[in-house]
């Protein structure tokens, strides 16, 4: 017998918390959306006023449940602060998502010791501060999703991955750790990895048509990647539906990793 409520238990995320980082822009700011009309209510986190505000503004003209702070990522003192201010808007969150990056790239001989410590600070170290805070709760509730935006640079040399890919690698051993540590307690940590998207963190590879036509031929499906394209995969990880896969890499890249 069908069941009109079966899809809403498996996907529904009415009652849940989320905390985005890097929730005003790009893919980032696509899953915030995603989750917040499934129901959860989302604290977006970025450093932009103006975007965040923008951001909610767009959530909550559709009734959904939205807030934003305003953080430094780069930063240690910054994390931690933007953690404490994130949980006090709705409560502790159920789910994590990390979308929070910077991609310098300049050629491997001339990466600094500045480039460096930057990208890891961001990319890096701001997902393992936050899952430090957050995954410990969620793991004495009994549920959890925490969920990482990587790169096809955590797999591949592509595109001067330089130092921007050693971080994105280095987040998918994080999201492993992460879940051999919590999900036997109902917390499950995965990463989402995009092919080429179009949203500002590629601007430099946007503004070259060739590259862009390029990178789409070599998909499956003959384009490039958008933010909304992130939605459904975000949404399906943050609920029910996905309690038993943990610790993985799902690839949302048209089929560029396999073709």
Same mark, same amino acid.
């Given at each position: 017998?069908? @069941?009109?409520?079966?899809?809403?238990? &498996?996907?529904?995320?009415?009652?849940?918390?989320?905390?985005?980082?890097?929730? @005003?822009?790009?893919? /980032?700011?696509?899953?915030?959306? #995603?989750?917040?009309?499934? /129901?959860?209510?989302?604290?977006?986190?970025?450093?932009?006023?103006?975007?965040?505000?923008?951001?909610?503004? %767009?959530?909550?003209?559709?009734?959904?449940?939205?807030?934003?702070?305003?953080?430094?990522?780069?930063?240690?003192?910054?994390?931690?602060?933007?953690?404490?201010?994130?949980?006090? *808007?709705?409560?502790?969150?159920?789910?994590? *998502?990390?979308?929070?990056?910077?991609? &310098?790239?300049?050629?491997?001989?001339?990466? /600094?010791?500045? *480039?460096?410590?930057?990208?890891?600070?961001? =990319?890096?170290? %701001?997902?393992?501060?936050?899952?430090?805070?957050?995954?410990?709760?969620? #793991?004495?509730?009994?549920?959890?999703?925490?969920?990482?935006?990587?790169?096809?640079?955590?797999?591949? %040399?592509?595109?001067? @991955?330089?130092?921007?890919? *050693? @971080?994105?690698?280095?987040?998918?051993?994080?999201?492993?750790?992460?879940?051999?540590?919590?999900?036997?307690?109902?917390?499950?940590?995965?990463?989402?990895?995009?092919?080429?998207?179009?949203?500002?963190? =590629?601007?430099?590879?946007?503004?070259?048509?060739?590259?862009?036509?390029? &990178? %789409?031929?070599?998909?499956?499906?003959?384009?490039?990647?958008?933010?909304?394209?992130?939605?459904?995969?975000?949404?399906?990880?943050?609920?029910?539906?996905?309690?038993?896969?943990?610790?993985? #890499?799902?690839?949302?890249?048209?089929? &560029?990793?396999?073709?």
């Amino acid at each position: 017998m069908r @069941s009109p409520s079966y899809l809403s238990e &498996l996907f529904s995320l009415d009652g849940r918390v989320a905390v985005v980082t890097g929730g @005003s822009s790009g893919i /980032g700011r696509a899953i915030a959306a #995603a989750l917040a009309q499934a /129901g959860a209510s989302v604290v977006v986190v970025a450093r932009k006023e103006a975007e965040l505000a923008a951001t909610v503004d %767009a959530l909550t003209a559709k009734e959904c449940r939205a807030a934003w702070v305003s953080a430094d990522l780069s930063t240690r003192d910054g994390v931690r602060a933007a953690a404490e201010q994130a949980s006090a *808007v709705f409560g502790e969150p159920d789910i994590l *998502v990390n979308s929070a990056g910077i991609n &310098l790239r300049p050629p491997m001989g001339e990466i /600094g010791d500045s *480039v460096w410590d930057a990208t890891m600070a961001v =990319n890096l170290e %701001a997902p393992f501060l936050l899952g430090q805070r957050f995954g410990p709760g969620m #793991a004495e509730r009994g549920f959890g999703r925490i969920i990482h935006i990587t790169s096809q640079q955590a797999h591949r %040399a592509f595109v001067q @991955s330089g130092a921007y890919g *050693v @971080s994105k690698g280095a987040l998918e051993s994080l999201a492993r750790s992460q879940a051999e540590a919590w999900s036997p307690y109902g917390v499950t940590c995965n990463t989402l990895v995009p092919g080429f998207v179009m949203t500002p963190l =590629n601007a430099r590879l946007s503004s070259d048509p060739h590259k862009v036509a390029e &990178l %789409a031929a070599r998909t499956m499906m003959g384009r490039n990647g958008l933010a909304e394209d992130f939605a459904g995969a975000a949404v399906f990880l943050a609920g029910r539906a996905s309690a038993y896969i943990t610790g993985q #890499a799902i690839f949302v890249d048209g089929g &560029l990793s396999v073709h």
